[in-house]
């Protein structure tokens, strides 16, 4: 079963505008990363945010972790066409490092 | 540098026949670790490998699912007697070591007709 809920669902912005995508996790974590999967297939790493941390940048990204309402955020800003993609959250719990994906957010960045 | 190949790329099957995907992770990485993804649904974890032994294979939905790594690099997932609900993208990812970031294949898309 899953552990992370993205929301929303499905996103649509014009280039240019700033893109938020939250995600939800049911039990305490290691750390959350942030991954985007273009055509349904390979996926790309973005950040990881360990269970300590509560903000971290990289470039036009910008994820946040509260673990007191068990939820993270990813803002991406001046969001560009090529930043159409499926953005999935994943926790590590435990020490395997085994990840435990939401269902994804559909972000569409239109010209 | 290389990173992570699996193949085939596609694979169309009959309902009951034998599968093998092959993993091929970056070179000199000890971890690996098989995932399943449904359309419209996030990734979900198989297995995992810690050279060549399987640490955690809790993901593995029934015993007709088996993975291997004997040498503790190629890795290869193994479905026996296949269903249609076995139909999905099958990725492989790979780290340098446990708990460090992993890096995903282009996965393969499995279809049991």
């Known amino acids: 079963s899953q552990q992370g809920e993205e929301d929303p669902q499905a996103l649509s912005i014009q280039e240019g505008e700033n893109a938020t995508m939250n995600c939800s996790y049911k039990?305490?974590?290691?750390?959350l990363q942030w991954y985007r999967q273009n055509s349904g297939r390979g996926l790309v790493h973005l950040i990881l945010?360990?269970?300590?941390?509560r903000e971290k940048h990289s470039g036009r990204l910008r994820v946040t972790l509260d673990t007191s309402k068990k939820s993270s955020s990813l803002l991406i800003t001046a969001s560009r066409a090529a930043d159409s993609a499926s953005y999935f959250c994943?926790?590590?719990?435990?020490?395997?490092?085994?990840?435990?994906f939401g269902a994804g957010t559909r972000l569409a960045v239109h010209p | 540098g290389a990173g992570v190949s699996q193949t085939p790329s596609n694979k169309v099957t009959e309902k009951g026949k034998y599968v093998e995907l092959r993993c091929d992770p970056i070179s000199g990485h000890t971890a690996l670790y098989w995932y399943r993804q449904s359309l419209g649904q996030g990734p979900e974890f198989l297995i995992y490998f810690q050279g060549t032994g399987a640490a955690d294979d809790s993901g593995l939905p029934n015993d007709r699912f088996f993975a291997v790594r004997p040498e503790g690099s190629v890795s290869t997932l193994k479905i026996q007697r296949t269903e249609r609900g076995d139909s999905a993208v099958y990725l492989c990812?790979?780290?340098?070591?446990?708990?460090?970031?992993?890096?995903f294949g282009p996965g393969t898309r499995l279809l049991v007709l």
């Open positions: 990812a790979s780290s340098a070591n446990r708990g460090e970031t992993q890096y």
């Open positions: 039990t305490s974590i290691n750390n």
């Open positions: 994943a926790t590590v719990s435990g020490g395997y490092n085994k990840l435990i």
């Open positions: 945010i360990r269970s300590n941390e």
